[in-house]
């Protein structure tokens, strides 16, 4: 079975803290990996793609660790806004995407 | 930005009943998905579609579930006979490229409630 893990949270943190998230992931034949963002009852929204040499956007930092089937993810400076929940999302297929449960976090002032 | 329109919005039906969920998908896109989230728990795929055709489908995607391109821009999911279980949120998605390399996009979603 296809599965991704992830800390369900909630993490709470202050406004300008820095928090990481981790994901594991089953399928080794993998090659795509994402992580999104999802507000209370709305749609998923790509917040980046993760490459094996890692990479940043902003305040976003994401990594992978192929032999350990290991992501993460840096947030810098957390603002109010950045409050939702992180989806851990892998290919599982030619065509489709697996989600992990999310990580929730909570910026507070 | 290009998005992805889903209608309606909410929808309430009873057991039993055919519900047909629509999409209107980027209009450059070529591949199309429907997802699924029941209350509290993950984004599960139902179903990708491309050149007309199913490409994969999940297990949830069994034979009360069908799905359609009837003309040009629409891509619709129909339940046929619908059971409390199938209360979600129903996702549709698009993309340009060929597989699940680049992510998606997703509409905003149809709340499905069956009572």
């Known amino acids: 079975r296809k599965e991704v893990e992830q800390d369900p949270g909630p993490f709470n943190v202050p406004e300008g803290a820095t928090v990481a998230f981790n994901c594991t992931y089953s399928?080794?034949?993998?090659?795509?990996f994402f992580w999104y963002r999802q507000d209370c009852r709305k749609e998923p929204k790509l917040l980046m793609s993760?490459?094996?040499s890692g990479n940043e956007d902003g305040r976003f930092t994401a990594q992978l660790n192929r032999a350990s089937q290991y992501i993460s993810l840096l947030i810098r400076d957390s603002k109010l806004s950045d409050s939702a929940t992180y989806l851990c999302?892998?290919?599982?297929?030619?065509?489709?995407?697996?989600f992990g449960k999310g990580t929730m976090l909570l910026v507070s002032p | 930005e290009p998005e992805v329109t889903q209608t309606p919005s909410h929808q309430v039906t009873q057991m039993g009943q055919e519900v047909i969920l629509r999409c209107v998908p980027i209009?450059?896109?070529?591949?199309f998905y429907w997802y699924r989230q029941i209350l509290g728990q993950k984004v599960e795929f139902l179903v990708s579609?491309?050149?007309?055709?199913?490409?994969?489908k999940s297990e949830i995607f069994d034979d009360q579930f069908s799905v359609e391109r009837p003309d040009g821009s629409n891509f619709t999911l129909k339940i046929r006979s619908t059971k409390l279980e199938d209360s979600a949120m129903y996702f549709c998605?698009?993309?340009?490229?060929?597989?699940?390399?680049?992510?998606?996009?997703f509409g905003s979603g149809t709340r499905l409630t069956v009572v």
């Open positions: 579609f491309y050149n007309n055709e199913i490409s994969e």
């Open positions: 993760v490459y094996s």
């Open positions: 399928n080794s034949a993998s090659q795509s």
């Open positions: 998605a698009s993309s340009a490229s060929q597989g699940a390399l680049d992510g998606y996009t």
């Open positions: 209009s450059n896109h070529l591949y």
């Open positions: 999302v892998v290919n599982s297929g030619y065509s489709t995407l697996t």
